[in-house]
């Protein structure tokens, strides 16, 4: 089981910017972020392989946020600017040990890791 410690969150106005971490204790080959809104189902924020970089990003998300790994340190990070009000949610890291398939970087059954959460509010 790989532990996954967050951090990062807080409370921000629209507009402004928050940058998530998350610290992996040991590599895997995908990370991901989602994030789960009051509310509402947790849902695929963004994904990066953590071999090749290739990035995976949510649709809501395209243009603002920014996912980026540090394979020296196992850390996981998420730039998060322009931020709007339907951005608040709980943000939660994820790690799987296999490649995703075209169109399943989202799929949450194949992460097998999760951090406990770091909460993001962005006020209008």
């Known amino acids: 089981q790989v532990q996954l410690v967050e951090s990062g969150g807080g409370s921000v106005q629209a507009g402004g910017s928050l940058r998530l971490s998350c610290t992996a204790s040991v590599s895997t080959a995908c990370m991901a972020w989602f994030r789960q809104a009051p509310g509402k189902e947790r849902a695929g924020v963004a994904a990066?392989?953590?071999?090749?970089?290739?990035?995976y990003y949510g649709d809501s998300v395209k243009g603002r946020f920014t996912i980026s790994h540090d394979p020296a340190k196992n850390m996981l990070f998420l730039q998060m600017n322009s931020l709007k009000p339907e951005d608040t949610a709980m943000y939660y890291c994820a790690t799987r040990y296999t490649f995703p398939s075209p169109g399943t970087w989202h799929i949450q059954s194949q992460y097998l890791s999760w951090g406990q959460g770091t909460q993001v509010a962005v006020s209008s």
């Open positions: 990066i392989t953590t071999t090749t970089g290739r990035t």
